[in-house]
């Protein structure tokens, strides 16, 4: 049983900065892919950025530039900073985690709000 906590979200204005935080076990942090998802309302579920065990980064163009996912090897967490924010990125956000040997992501954590003001 895969296990992912979220944490982080909360109200900021545009411009500011926030950071999430995706804990999970040791054992999903070395063997997974893991990723960060979001879903505005009335919207589907989109990828934002994944990472890989080597580190490998991909992101939504959407992001580029402007969030940074990265592992925390110490505390098997995944980290999004997200800089510069846009209201347009309010939405609850996900982290997913993916057996590299599946070819999507099955595991899910409850989700963390964010939402940014104009």
């Known amino acids: 049983q895969v296990q992912l906590e979220e944490s982080g979200g909360g109200l900021v204005q545009a411009g500011d900065s926030l950071r999430l935080a995706c804990a999970t076990s040791?054992?999903?942090?070395?063997?997974?892919?893991m990723a960060w998802f979001r879903q505005a309302p009335g919207k589907e579920r989109e990828f934002v950025a994944t990472?890989?065990?080597?580190?490998?980064?991909v992101y939504a163009n959407s992001v580029k530039g402007r969030f940074t996912i990265a592992r925390d090897n110490a505390k098997n967490t995944v980290l999004l900073q997200m800089n510069r924010l846009k209201p347009e990125d309010t939405a609850v956000y996900y982290c997913?985690?993916?057996?590299?040997?599946?070819?999507?992501?099955?595991?899910w954590g409850q989700g963390t709000q964010v939402t940014v003001s104009s």
């Open positions: 990472i890989t065990r080597e580190a490998n980064t």
């Open positions: 040791r054992q999903t942090f070395n063997h997974y892919i």
């Open positions: 997913a985690a993916r057996d590299p040997t599946r070819s999507t992501f099955d595991n």
